[in-house]
């Protein structure tokens, strides 16, 4: 069992920064991928973006790309997302999720699915104001 718990959260206003942190506890050695969703009042939920266990593979949202970094603690237990240049629209609930191995999809995308990950946080509010 993995257990997950994002903070970090918090209200920002525009061109401000964030950093996020997502502590992983629990029978860890099955995740292979771990990544950051986020959803805005009204929106459904979007991938922001997502690393390999051993962090030689990072994916991005476009939105994401140039303003928001994925990265790793050492002892892989946590994971961060900084953000940077925030926009009103990235207002949303962030969660953080955990993929358990298997076979990767092909593609570029598929990191993006929620139904490829199998553990997930309670979220934490990011809230940027202009």
């Known amino acids: 069992q993995v257990s997950l718990a994002e903070s970090g959260g918090g209200s920002v206003e525009t061109g401000g920064s964030l950093r996020l942190s997502c502590a992983i506890t629990?029978?860890?050695?099955?995740?292979?991928?771990m990544a950051w969703f986020r959803q805005g009042p009204g929106k459904e939920r979007e991938g922001v973006a997502a690393?390999?266990?051993?962090?030689?593979?990072?994916y991005y949202s476009d939105f994401a790309k140039g303003r928001f970094t994925i990265s790793q603690a050492q002892d892989k237990n946590t994971v961060y997302l900084q953000m940077d240049d925030l926009k009103p629209e990235d207002t949303a609930m962030y969660y953080c999720?955990?993929?358990?191995?298997?076979?990767?999809?092909?593609?570029?995308?598929?990191?993006?699915?929620?139904?490829?990950?199998?553990?997930w946080g309670q979220g934490t509010q990011v809230t940027v104001s202009s």
């Open positions: 999720a955990a993929r358990t191995f298997g076979s990767v999809p092909g593609g570029n995308a598929w990191w993006s699915a929620g139904n490829e990950y199998k553990y």
């Open positions: 629990g029978y860890t050695y099955d995740r292979n991928y």
């Open positions: 690393i390999s266990r051993i962090g030689d593979i990072t």
